[in-house]
């Protein structure tokens, strides 16, 4: 989702599908099969270049100027359009149009510049988003555009006759102005574009810095560890933490090394929190984090910090209990130095899931071919929502990779619904991150279709070989299916506005959809339709699965208790100023909240790269886990492919995006509201052992 604002907000194959349905007929294949094989068959590689995502000025660099340069003009007359309209739901259309027609081009832009192998693609799509920005930071304080949009607020006889999702939309524009500073005098205003422009460019340089390696002389390391770590020269690079190394060493060394302070990047990070509160402050707020949680479901840092701490607090004995298992395996490992550090957590966390669980990632992978958890995400979406997904041929110029694939995602009934790119596979200078982006989103147009949204998904999977077809591990299929629920989420809705469409909620609603679908992946009623041996055709053993859902569980109190500490901190940084540095914060925050000691001489906030997307709202995939829990438990764990409660999850939840208030959608699935304290009793819930399984277990 874009960070702008505020118009730029953030295989079993139906062969029944209509295709009279669609806007054009095309050839389509099963996706399991798109997904299992080297590369695409590319008869049309020397026919016309069409552009990336179809756009055909991006056939070169040149084009993004271009493309840029008529969205601005288009902006410039929906702009005078909608200062001059008498108050009306035209009024929230055409700031609609307005928001669209900056974000087709700001969001695509933002993908390129990190996505695109092409550096010269990504310096002119950097270019864009810059000019882009500027541009959405100056419609932030037109006081003319605002006072329009006022009027049409105002007026309670024309408001009473607007449905609920138009009231919704023209009431978020209004408050993305007042976050802005629209109310301010003109050298406030001034101030606040000024303060929005810096920001952005802070954002950028921490971004950058956080994950850039730290390197040290390799005579400073012992010779016997060298070989864990890329070599320059006299010195060791260092780009992470390495926190699956088996020798106790590498871990530390990476830990102590990677996390060792840079003084430029200390400052950047407290300039950019001084600059967040400043902006925060000038606009009206008490800081930052009431700025940014206006909105969401949890509407107040109050709310929030009372939720960690309730959860802390509930997750105590479990969690020592966690940091006392790990103590003792360490003490097989090392018997002289058995206290359990920062390095350690992760590492040891996965020996004792495999050790009492014996979940080698090795012994389920051949199970999870991407082609067979491609059809088993499009059986599951076939069952509940009457969806498939169908591969489809990109054309010349289309895709910026030639491993990238193309979906169409296709409704049995109202037909072609979106485009889902698949650029699954790594190579270099790709961001290491799982993420979906949002390219296009949907709106209802003029002549009364639909704007189709295009989104993207990205992963970092190992290609497939003449051998054998990509192999996943669970964490990999995990996180294939969170990401395709973002996608579905984008899918699925059918906004009338594209400023409210998908995914384009508020955060800690945003991330239930995907989390949730964590919760069918670990479901064997829906792994038992997709996971095959890819030699044998052998279905993953049910006993494999149980013991695969139990070992999550496992140290899951630790795990939790730093998610905790992560969004503490994260809330404490962005809440009232203190005379403190930003280490100093963390010291205070990993005592209270974690328990494990801090490092001397490590600053882990300087990779804290969520900072910037996440600003004051970590919390959110806490949050969206515990609903995404109660939904689960309430609504399909009985059935997981029943199609009744598919239906209805899309349409209290799915189909709306932002254009409803997310606890209404919250409530409307659950029938009831949920409280803080239910949030937390989901989460504990969660860990309790599932005695059935063990008993599975034991019988398999």
């Known amino acids: 989702m874009s960070v702008y604002s505020p118009f730029l907000r953030l295989l079993v194959v139906r062969n029944t599908v209509k295709l009279r349905l669609c806007r054009k007929v095309t050839t389509w294949s099963p996706v399991g099969a798109a ?58 259309e055409t700031f609609d149009k307005l928001s669209d027609s900056l974000c087709r081009i700001a969001d695509l832009a933002d993908f390129i510049k990190v996505a695109h192998p092409d550096p010269l693609y990504r310096e002119a799509a950097e270019k864009t988003c810059i000019k882009i920005g500027t541009t959405v930071e100056k419609l932030n304080t037109n006081v003319e555009l605002c006072k329009s949009l006022k009027n049409l607020l105002d007026n309670e006889e024309v408001m009473s006759k607007l449905d609920p999702e138009t009231r919704r939309v023209a009431e978020l524009f209004m408050f993305d102005f007042e976050i802005s500073g629209i109310h301010l005098d003109e050298k406030q205003r001034k101030e606040a574009v000024n303060l ?252 009364g279709q639909y704007q189709l949204p295009v989104v993207v998904l990205m992963l970092n999977l190992p290609h497939p070989t003449r051998s054998a077809p990509t192999l996943l591990t669970p964490a990999m299929m995990e996180n294939l299916f969170h990401e395709m629920g973002h996608a579905m989420h984008s899918m699925l809705g059918r906004t009338r506005y594209q400023h409210v469409t998908g995914t384009r909620c508020a955060t800690d609603f945003a991330e239930v959809p995907s989390i949730l679908m964590e919760y069918f992946a670990t479901d064997y009623r829906v792994i038992n339709q997709f996971a095959r041996h890819y030699q044998t055709g052998q279905p993953l053993p049910q006993s494999m699965v149980a013991r695969l859902y139990e070992s999550k569980k496992v140290c899951g109190a630790a795990d939790t208790q730093l998610q905790i500490f992560y969004a503490a901190l994260d809330q404490v940084y962005h809440g009232e100023p203190q005379n403190r540095s930003t280490t100093d914060i963390l010291i205070d925050m990993q005592q209270k909240y974690y328990g494990l000691p801090y490092v001397p001489n490590t600053a882990w906030q300087l990779r804290f790269s969520h900072l910037v997307g996440y600003g004051a709202k970590y919390y959110s995939y806490l949050m969206s886990r515990a609903v995404a829990s109660m939904v689960w438990r309430q609504c399909f764990h009985k059935d997981p492919l029943n199609r009744e409660t598919g239906e209805r999850y899309r349409q209290e939840m799915l189909a709306h995006g932002g254009g409803k208030e997310p606890m209404l959608m919250v409530e409307g699935m659950l029938q009831k509201r949920p409280t803080t304290q239910d949030f937390v009793d989901a989460l504990v819930s969660d860990l309790d052992p599932d005695f059935e399984a063990f008993i599975m277990d034991s019988e398999g």
């Open 196 to 447: 929005n422009v810096q920001l952005l460019d802070l954002n950028n340089q921490f971004l950058m810095g956080c994950h850039m390696p730290n390197r040290i002389d390799m005579r400073a390391l012992p010779p016997h560890i060298h070989n864990h770590f890329t070599s320059e020269g006299n010195y060791i690079q260092i780009g992470g933490l390495h926190a699956e190394a088996q020798d106790d060493l590498v871990r530390e060394v990476a830990y102590r090394i990677f996390l060792y302070p840079n003084g430029e990047m200390m400052q950047t990070l407290e300039d950019l929190l001084s600059c967040r509160n400043r902006l925060a402050r000038l606009v009206g707020y008490e800081s930052y984090a009431h700025r940014a949680l206006k909105g969401t479901m949890a509407k107040s840092p109050d709310t929030v910090m009372k939720f960690l701490q309730l959860l802390t607090d509930k997750l105590q004995d479990r969690t020592k209990q966690d940091f006392e298992m790990m103590k003792d395996m360490k003490r097989k490992f090392n018997p002289r130095n058995a206290d359990v550090m920062p390095w350690d957590h992760p590492y040891l966390s996965g020996v004792i899931r495999a050790e009492r669980f014996n979940i080698e990632p090795s012994l389920y992978s051949p199970y999870f071919s991407l082609g067979a958890c491609m059809e088993g995400l499009n059986s599951l979406f076939t069952q509940l929502y009457g969806v498939s997904l169908l591969a489809e041929q990109p054309k010349a110029g289309e895709v910026w990779s030639e491993d990238v694939r193309k979906l169409a995602v296709v409704h049995e009934t109202e037909g072609l619904l979106g485009y889902i790119y698949c650029d699954f596979f790594y190579r270099p200078e790709k961001p290491h991150q799982d993420c979906h982006f949002t390219i296009r989103g949907g709106r209802c147009l003029d002549d």
């Open 35 to 92: 997904f299992n094989t080297q590369t695409l068959l590319r008869s049309d590689l020397f026919r016309k270049n069409v552009g990336l995502f179809g756009v055909p000025e991006l056939s070169c660099t040149e084009g993004f100027e271009v493309i840029q340069e008529r969205a601005l003009l288009e902006t410039e007359q929906l702009v005078e359009r909608a200062c001059i309209n008498p108050p009306s739901a035209l009024t929230v």
